[in-house]
Structures are given as structure tokens and as C-alpha cells.
């Protein structure tokens, strides 16, 4: 599917109220690749290492009409030729994270892991859950993340968190704020004593 711009005509007699209506939901014009690199620019800020070619090439998006108003459209192209079209009634600002939403972990696999460094953990048992791996990795491209995997009796599940370039331009006591931040929603079990007490951890991350 073709990601080229649908481009709206204004015509003589629009009245301001409209006018700011469609300002407000196309705030950069009608030109759809304008909001693509909106979203890639935002990736960037936490992907430094990203390029456009990373990009999952099964979404392509439109700014088209339908019944009469200009709407955000997406598209998937599925490998048995079938493609998913989407009406999306929303602003400019949903359109780009919505962009950023499907693309973000397609990048992330893009960037291999080269070398990895497991944290100790002094609690290992939360709530039934058992903590199975808690790992930082450096990776190819550049840019490091924690992977974290736990389970139970009946369920298990892993999570990556890639964390922002930003963070590594503070102080390790700041960095470790804003780390544990990152990665706390859930019983993810590391606190910042195991962190503190990991032996090469500062080193492994260039501190």
C-alpha cells in the first residue's frame, strides 16, 4: 500500500471555526508522510541508532476522505495478500503515537544483543511469582536495556525495557532514580540495594 500524501483542498468560504478545527486535528498539514517522520523523529530520541529502513514495511498510512471528512487511516499488508484498513477518529497527536506504537519493538529487534549482565536479586518471590531472570544488555547498534522474566505455578511472561540515552548523561545516583522509574510497575523484585550491591554493573554500563 502506497504511503503517498492525500492532500484536502480548501475552498473560498471556509469559515474560521472550521478552519481551526482542522488545524487542531491536522496540525501539520495534509501531507501524511509529515506525521511519519514526526513519530521516526520521536523514535529517534530513544533509538538513536534507528533508521527509516527499520520501519515494519507491513504499515503504510493515508489522510483520506470518508463520509465527507478527512480522516488518519492505516493500513496492514498481511503475507496471505490480505490488507486491514482503519478508520481512525482522532488528532494528530494520536496518529503519531499510534504510528510510534507499531514500530517501536520492530526497532528494538533491529539491535541485537552483544553482552549481557545478570543482577542478583536479594527477594526472588513475590505474590506467587517467581523471579526467573533479571538482566541488563548492551547491544550491537548501541544502547542498553533490562530484560526481565518471571512466572508462576500456570503463567509466565518477559518484558524488555530499553532504557532512554538520556539517563546515561546523569549522575549513577540519578540514574538509578530514573531507572527504577522505568522498570518498577510490577513485581519486577530488584530494588536499588541489589542494584548498588551488583558488582561491574557501573562499569558495564559506563559508569
Not at 4 to 25: A, E, Q, R, V, W
Not at 65 to 90: A, H, M, N, P
Not at 161 to 169: E, M, T
Not at 189 to 199: H, I, N, T, W, Y
Request: proline share 4%; aromatic share 16%.
Amino acid at each position: 500500500m502506497d504511503s503517498s500524501p492525500f492532500l484536502l483542498s480548501l475552498h473560498c468560504g471556509i469559515n474560521d471555526k472550521t478552519n481551526l478545527k482542522m488545524n487542531k486535528k491536522f496540525p501539520y498539514g495534509h501531507d501524511v508522510n509529515a506525521y511519519i517522520d514526526k513519530a521516526f523523529e520521536r523514535m529517534k530520541e530513544s533509538y538513536p541508532w534507528a533508521e527509516k529502513k527499520m520501519l515494519r514495511k507491513e504499515w503504510s498510512y493515508a489522510i483520506e476522505s470518508v463520509d465527507g471528512e478527512y480522516q488518519y487511516v492505516t493500513y496492514f499488508d498481511w503475507k496471505d495478500g490480505q490488507i486491514d484498513r482503519k478508520v481512525l477518529d482522532c488528532d494528530g497527536e494520536r496518529f503519531i503515537e499510534t504510528i510510534i506504537g507499531h514500530h517501536h519493538h520492530w526497532i528494538e529487534s533491529e539491535n541485537p544483543v552483544v553482552e549481557t549482565f545478570d543482577v542478583p536479586a536479594s527477594c526472588k518471590c513475590s505474590g506467587g511469582w517467581h523471579l526467573e531472570i533479571y538482566r541488563l544488555q548492551k547491544h550491537q547498534l548501541g544502547g542498553y536495556s533490562a530484560f526481565v522474566q518471571a512466572g508462576n505455578r500456570s503463567a509466565g511472561g518477559s518484558r524488555t525495557f530499553f532504557i532512554p540515552p538520556a539517563y546515561f548523561k546523569l549522575s549513577w545516583e540519578e540514574f538509578l532514580d530514573k531507572y527504577l522509574e522505568l522498570v518498577s510497575p510490577g513485581p519486577f523484585f530488584v530494588g536499588r540495594a541489589d542494584l548498588e550491591s551488583a558488582k561491574g554493573l557501573k562499569e558495564f554500563l559506563g559508569y
